[in-house]
């Protein structure tokens, strides 16, 4: 637990962003996503805040269903968990999981279990030659994958696919000591049983390292975004129109 968490660890990559990661603990790996981020990324509570509350003002206006973007799906467990909510409470919307890995796009749609998304291998820029438009732009994980440059590129790409009223929200691990000790400690009692197998624990471990601080990311952020403090570690980078929700 004595990593270096000073500075992002930008030269550090993930195992299974490897091309040549081992198919069978990717596999795993995708299964087991649905897990941790309901405990780590609560998708309960995005629904709650932001995604519901859009979806009530679709249907009370009568102006069609909902349309949301997961931009670095993987396995599509984000978009599965929030297509069970919106059918539950009767909200119609179209869902698209995105991701530039045929590997992660292949198997969350084998495994989309009557959850009716929509899944695209491409990158975001693609979406937005296309001109689409989304009311929810969501990504979940992957700010930690870019640099500088990439991330400029991913919010000028993802603000532009932001329909009238529309919300971009990039959810992420926020660096700290505290969160990397915590998850260390806690996958380690399931690195024998649950994570077995997965690269969950070392890949988790590498993305803290990789990850920016709140104070980071606000830094580099344009103007328009506001960076939001989360619990446990999470910081979210957000842009909406002031009467996004009436």
Excluded: K
């Excluded at 102006?63 to 929030?82: Q, T």
């Amino acid at each position: 637990m004595g990593a270096d968490l000073s500075a992002r660890a930008v030269g550090v990559s993930e195992l299974m962003d490897d091309p040549a990661a081992d198919a069978r603990m990717l596999e795993r790996t995708y299964r087991r996503f649905g897990a941790v981020n309901a405990v780590v990324s609560r998708p309960g509570a995005l629904y709650r805040a932001d995604v519901r509350p859009r979806a009530r003002r679709r249907r009370d206006t009568g102006s069609g269903r909902l349309r949301i973007l997961d931009v670095g799906a993987g396995g599509g467990d984000l978009c599965r968990a929030l297509a069970v909510r919106l059918r539950r409470d009767g909200f119609p919307a179209e869902i698209t999981a995105l991701d530039v890995d045929p590997r992660a796009v292949s198997w969350a749609q084998a495994h989309d279990r009557g959850a009716g998304i929509g899944y695209r291998c491409a990158p975001v820029a693609e979406l937005v030659r296309d001109g689409e438009v989304f009311d929810v732009v969501l990504s979940n994980h992957v700010l930690h994958h870019l640099d500088e440059d990439g991330l400029a590129g991913m919010l000028e790409d993802t603000r532009r696919l932001a329909a009238p009223h529309g919300l971009v929200a990039h959810h992420d691990i926020s660096r700290s000591r505290g969160g990397y000790v915590a998850f260390a400690a806690g996958t380690w009692l399931l690195a024998g049983t649950v994570l077995a197998g997965s690269f969950i624990r070392e890949d988790g471990l590498t993305s803290i390292r990789r990850s920016y601080t709140p104070d980071e990311l606000a830094a580099v952020a344009p103007a328009g975004w506001e960076v939001r403090r989360g619990f446990p570690s999470r910081l979210e980078l957000r842009w909406e129109q002031d009467d996004a929700v009436a």
